[in-house]
T-cell receptor, first 113, second 115 residues
Framework: DAGVTQSPTHLIKTRGQQVTLRCSPK?????VSWYQQALGQGPQFIFQ???????QRGNFPDRFSGHQFPNYSSELNVNALLLGDSALYLC????????????FGSGTRLTVV | AQSVTQPDIHITVSEGASLELRCNYS??????LFWYVQSPGQGLQLLLK??????LVQGIKGFEAEFKRSQSSFNLRKPSVHWSDAAEYFC?????????????FGTGTRLQVTL
């Protein structure tokens, strides 16, 4: 049974560019959450998607947007990249209502130069 | 707003020694509390969680944690550390919403194990 799959694993972008990160949830899960983990910090909640809608959002600017598809997979988009966006981006899937039964992916390491 | 403090950035213990990692939380109601472990380049693995009931919680890999409401603490313990326990450990708090909700993490404690 596959867990959470994230792609790509690493990428390098230039300031001002746009990036899309992808996440396939664990089989049977219908909710996807995204977290940003800067170097030396704990993960910070970006947003959560359920039924193709953004259900909760953390303290992140509108440059961060997302999407959930009918098959429950999700994308995280970041526009106008800043150096400070360099981080490990973690996707976590869960079953809606199953109190924090998260499964985390291994993350995408984004470097902005 | 909910928050988590992990006062120890880095801890070094000898293999076979006991371990305690500190965690203090701030939350207005009864919290959901978690400990996660992260190995280099990896995602987060859940060690244990506390929702209600017995304040001493057993987890995987021989870890346990004790919820102390009076001290707003949820410290992680292990009686005998193995070299493979070297990793980053994160304490997290979630709100009592009844649905999948966001977690607020501490800044982590890096554990080094000497042989």
């Amino acid at each position: 049974d596959a867990g959470v799959t994230q792609s790509p694993t690493h990428l390098i972008k230039t300031r001002g560019q746009q990036v899309t990160l992808r996440c396939s949830p664990k089989s049977g899960h219908d909710t996807v959450s995204w977290y940003q983990q800067a170097l030396g910090q704990g993960p910070q909640f970006i947003f959560q998607y359920y039924e193709e809608e953004e259900r909760q959002r953390g303290n992140f600017p509108d440059r961060f947007s997302g999407h959930q598809f009918p098959n429950y997979s999700s994308e995280l988009n970041v526009n106008a990249l800043l150096l400070g966006d360099s981080a490990l981006y973690l996707c976590a899937s869960s079953l809606y209502g199953a109190n924090y039964g998260y499964t985390f992916g291994s993350g995408t390491r984004l470097t902005v130069v | 707003a909910q928050s988590v403090t992990q006062p120890d950035i880095h801890i070094t213990v000898s293999e076979g020694a006991s371990l305690e990692l500190r965690c203090n939380y701030s939350y207005g109601a009864t919290p959901y509390l978690f400990w996660y472990v992260q190995s280099p380049g990896q995602g987060l693995q859940l060690l244990l969680k506390y929702f209600s009931g017995d304040t001493l919680v057993q987890g995987i890999k021989g870890f346990e944690a004790e919820f102390k409401r009076s001290q707003s603490s949820f410290n992680l313990r292990k009686p005998s550390v193995h070299w493979s326990d070297a990793a980053e450990y994160f304490c997290a708090v979630g709100g009592l919403t009844g649905t999948a909700s966001k977690l607020t993490f501490g800044t982590g404690t890096r554990l080094q194990v000497t042989l």
